[in-house]
């Protein structure tokens, strides 16, 4: 099915909580310029595989995981792994949106300000633009720039956030439900700009929304108490699902 | 039963009001003292204060002139106690937020921090001499004085500053290191501007308290009579809430009015210390929201 070299692989993974076993033995592929949706019920464990892939996971003391994740076939859990280098290659973009409570400039520019790598004013200046600019903000803001984060609208504060992890060119990028407090406009406006980005990201959704997988996807994983049930085309996953859970759960029968 | 059939004559509505007038005198209560306090202070010294008076140096045995070196001497001490428990406290509050793991040494830590907060001032006093005075050969000075109400004061400083590091949201710090920042510069950048209004309203409380303190630096810091002002910080100095007790019982043939317009002073003082402090947090409120 997947048969060109892959970005980013979690290979028999088990995702422990101390003693609760949130994810049980995925084994998924992410491919290059291709959008990945990890769909399923609230409390599946999407989310928690999601924050593998950076080792946000890190943060959580009482999370341990086995089985082994793979960038671009370097282990991500391996004891040389610098968890800053890796962050920076693979972005996030939250459930919530969460802007600093600083100026939309300072936003775009944080992750460049923290790890030094603008020589001067006017080359920050630019990144800034083309980032605000590459998240389909720049229109909107490019007057307001000095303005606070915090006054910015929702869907426009979740796009700050997807610039703002989009400044330090990252590689990869993974996204918590970012359009799930969203309105319809903003949602469209999110989703049109995954399909935009994914011309040079690496991308993996997580959704409850099984139009918005189906729209936006070209892979698809069904996740079910902490199992990874189905993984595949979009297309395929939709029309003719091989696991009778799977099924039910696109037709709608429970979730 | 028969509880409930009694009051149930009343109707809740009646209760109710009972029981928010009974609540509101409780509360006027307790402005009434503040009131009158402040009544007596500024009736009785107001007549005493003058730039004079604000400006001077005491004279004739400190029946007259001013309290010049007092005033200056108090925001000395102060100060001097702010520079070495604010950097203390807040490095204390991070390691203690941010980074100490839940084991017996945390657990002791925080421990004695509650237990330091309820220790009584005149212990810190003792202990003073005994630590700085003596032992560490500092002698009766500003320095000596300083560090003890150091101590005194870092148990406000790192209770605020824990709340206000502990109020920042968990999404900014995830926001930060999800960009690739270290936890340092997560802490630096991010948590820390955002914890900074309520540290600094901690510290604020800190200095009212450092200000108005008499047992700390009644053997480790204050001069009886000294008509200019320190030196250095090995020099032993004049402050207010010392030179109060002073003039109120070992000065005979004082007037009353000099003796109410120090106390105004040092009200004053600690007052406005408190007000400044609660406008930094309204405004910082008001700006959140």
């Given at each position: 099915?997947?048969?060109?070299?892959?970005?980013?692989?979690?290979?028999?993974?088990?995702?422990?909580?101390?003693?609760?076993?949130?994810?049980?033995?995925?084994?998924?592929?992410?491919?290059?310029?291709?959008?990945?949706?990890?769909?399923?019920?609230?409390?599946?464990?999407?989310?928690?595989?999601?924050?593998?892939?950076?080792?946000?996971?890190?943060?959580?003391?009482?999370a341990r995981i086995a089985g082994r994740v793979l960038l671009d076939g370097q282990d991500v859990y391996a004891k040389n792994m610098d968890v800053t280098e890796l962050r920076r290659k693979v972005g996030m973009v939250f459930q919530k949106s969460n802007p600093f409570p600083k100026t939309i400039y300072e936003n775009v520019a944080y992750g460049l300000r923290i790890n030094g790598s603008m020589a001067n004013k006017a080359e920050l200046d630019a990144r800034v633009e083309q980032s605000l600019k590459d998240a389909a903000l720049w229109d909107e803001v490019k007057a307001v720039l000095h303005k606070n984060a915090l006054e910015l609208s929702g869907g426009q504060q979740q796009r700050l956030c997807i610039a703002r992890a989009l400044a330090i060119k990252p590689e990869i990028l993974l996204m918590d439900e970012p359009a799930s407090a969203l309105d319809p406009i903003s949602t469209g406006k999110i989703e049109e700009l995954i399909y935009e980005l994914k011309q040079r990201y690496t991308i993996v959704i997580v959704t409850h929304n099984m139009q918005q997988a189906a729209r936006i996807s070209d892979f698809t994983g069904f996740f079910l108490l902490g199992e990874l049930v189905e993984y595949g085309k979009t297309a395929e996953i939709f029309t003719q699902p091989q696991d009778k859970r799977t099924e039910g759960y696109i037709t709608g029968r429970f979730g | 039963m028969k509880f409930k059939t009694k009051l149930s004559r009343l109707s809740p509505n009646t209760v109710q009001k009972i029981a928010f007038a009974g609540l509101l005198a409780a509360t006027s209560l307790v402005l009434l003292p503040v009131l009158l306090l402040m009544a007596v202070l500024i009736g009785k010294g107001v007549t005493a204060l003058s730039w004079t008076f604000l400006t001077d140096i005491p004279r004739d045995g400190m029946r007259s002139g001013g309290i010049y070196p007092v005033i200056v001497g108090t925001c000395w001490l102060v100060g001097g106690t702010i520079a070495i428990a604010l950097p203390l406290g807040v490095a204390a509050a991070i390691y203690l937020t941010e980074y100490a793991r839940r084991n017996f040494l945390t657990w002791t830590i925080?421990?004695?921090?509650?237990?330091?907060?309820?220790?009584?001032?005149?212990?810190?006093?003792?202990?003073?001499?005994?630590?700085?005075?003596?032992?560490?050969?500092?002698?009766?000075?500003?320095?000596?004085?300083?560090?003890?109400?150091?101590?005194?004061?870092?148990?406000?400083?790192?209770?605020?500053?824990?709340?206000?590091?502990?109020?920042?949201?968990?999404?900014?710090?995830?926001?930060?290191?999800?960009?690739?920042a270290t936890r340092w510069q997560t802490i630096w950048h991010c948590v820390l501007p955002n914890a900074l209004p309520g540290i600094m309203t901690g510290a604020i409380l800190a200095i009212g308290r450092a200000a108005g303190e008499t047992a700390p630096i009644l053997f480790t810091a204050a001069a009886f009579y000294l008509p200019h002002l320190p030196n250095s910080v090995f020099d032993p100095v004049m402050a207010l809430p010392y030179h109060l007790y002073v003039i109120a019982t070992q000065i005979p043939n004082i007037g009353q009015d000099i003796r109410y317009a120090t106390a105004l002073v040092l009200v004053a003082m600690v007052l406005g210390m408190s007000f400044f402090a609660i406008i930094i947090r309204w405004h910082y409120r008001k700006k959140r929201c």
């Open positions: 099915m997947l048969n060109e070299p892959y970005k980013l692989e979690a290979i028999n993974l088990d995702v422990y909580y101390g003693q609760v076993k949130a994810i049980r033995n995925a084994t998924l592929q992410f491919l290059p310029n291709k959008v990945h949706a990890l769909i399923g019920p609230s409390g599946c464990g999407k989310s928690t595989f999601l924050r593998i892939f950076n080792r946000m996971n890190d943060l959580i003391k009482a | 925080k421990l004695a921090i509650v237990n330091l907060a309820g220790v009584p001032s005149i212990v810190y006093g003792l202990f003073g001499l005994g630590l700085f005075v003596m032992l560490l050969r500092c002698g009766v000075s500003m320095l000596s004085g300083s560090l003890t109400l150091a101590i005194l004061v870092l148990p406000i400083i790192i209770t605020s500053s824990q709340e206000a590091l502990a109020s920042v949201p968990q999404s900014y710090r995830e926001a930060s290191l999800a960009l690739g």
